[in-house]
């Protein structure tokens, strides 16, 4: 049973007994510090916390003096767990769901769980707070109008190269997570890719202690960042999108090309329209003219 407390530099709150639902509750990025009040009142009075990993979570919860009992969520067990949670819920249990780091489901387990809960007419309430995403991108200096996620590139080369190549004329500002043991490869291929002269923004270990942020073109930051012994910690890397002018007809082609390999020519062309901001339809018929002439 929950003890509805939390502390604050020793000072002790009570929490409100919560509604029962499935909260998504965001967890700092690094700095302890960056949780909201509704996140520790939420985590202090549900039933149950759903954690990626307990003992990772433990250091938060322990920090502010959170003692609600936790049971683990991850990508391994997530079949099964996402099943016993839901009878939870639907025994009017509240579910409080955490990942280590950040806001759960984003890179991070918890899409199972979400939709079947969904499914079933659970109320389901996000508690935000911190994502490595927007905490990049707003730093980073480059266009935030417009932005596109896109996560882990693949892990094997010719499929990163691949991904980054729908990727490269896209109007749009593209984030990415990445390992500090893959960057140098992964800037090498950006570079090739996307020209030596995109605009990037590598940051590294937001929030914390050691925060950096390697701002310039892609050749200027892949040479700042080879000189670096040891390159460590969790980083998101910005990349700016193509200028307009980029978008002469033999990129469109070129695009509409290599997609029309990955997919049907109707998904190619909506793939095609949402990069370059160009019609679908016009696009389609590109492609028929395409593939017949192909
Ligand atoms: N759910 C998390 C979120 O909302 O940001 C992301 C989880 S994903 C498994 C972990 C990746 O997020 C790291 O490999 C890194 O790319 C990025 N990341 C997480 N914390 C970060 C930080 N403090 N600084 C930079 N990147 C971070």
Redesign the pocket.
């Known amino acids: 049973m929950a003890q509805n407390h939390y502390y604050i530099k020793d000072h002790k709150f009570t929490a409100p007994s919560p509604e029962p639902a499935l909260y998504i509750v965001?967890t700092p990025?690094?700095n302890l510090r960056d949780i909201t009040l509704r996140a520790l009142e939420v985590l202090a009075s549900v039933d149950v916390i759903a954690c990626e990993d307990t003992r990772t979570s433990g250091i938060l919860l322990k920090a502010y003096g959170i003692e609600t009992h936790k049971t683990s969520y991850h990508e391994h067990n997530a079949a099964q767990k996402s099943q016993s949670l839901l009878k939870d819920l639907q025994a009017g249990k509240s579910v409080a769901l955490i990942?280590?780091?950040?806001?759960?489901?984003?890179?991070?387990p918890g899409q199972r769980l979400v939709a079947l809960a969904a499914d079933s007419n659970i109320n389901i309430y996000a508690i935000p707070g911190?994502?490595?995403?927007l905490?990049?991108l707003v730093s980073s200096g480059i266009a935030t109008d417009e932005f596109m996620f896109i996560g882990?590139l693949p892990t094997k080369a010719n499929q990163r190269e691949m991904k980054l190549r729908t990727l490269q004329n896209a109007s749009q500002s593209l984030i990415f997570?990445?390992?500090p043991k893959r960057i140098l490869k992964t800037l090498e291929v950006v570079r090739l890719v996307f020209g030596a002269d995109r605009q990037i923004c590598l940051?590294?270990?937001?929030?914390?202690l050691h925060?950096s942020h390697y701002r310039g073109t892609a050749d200027e930051v892949l040479a700042e960042l080879s000189a670096i012994d040891n390159l460590r910690?969790?980083?998101?890397l910005i990349i700016a999108g193509a200028s307009e002018d980029e978008w002469d007809e033999a990129k469109v082609d070129a695009l509409l090309v290599e997609l029309m390999g990955q997919m049907s020519l109707s998904k190619a062309a909506g793939e095609a329209a949402k990069l370059t901001g160009q019609s679908k339809r016009e696009l389609y018929q590109r492609s028929l003219q395409l593939g017949s002439n192909g």
């Open positions: 965001s990025i690094g990942s280590d780091a950040g806001t759960p489901l984003i890179s991070d911190a994502s490595a995403i905490s990049g882990f997570y990445e390992s940051s590294r270990e937001l929030t914390k925060e910690g969790e980083m998101v």
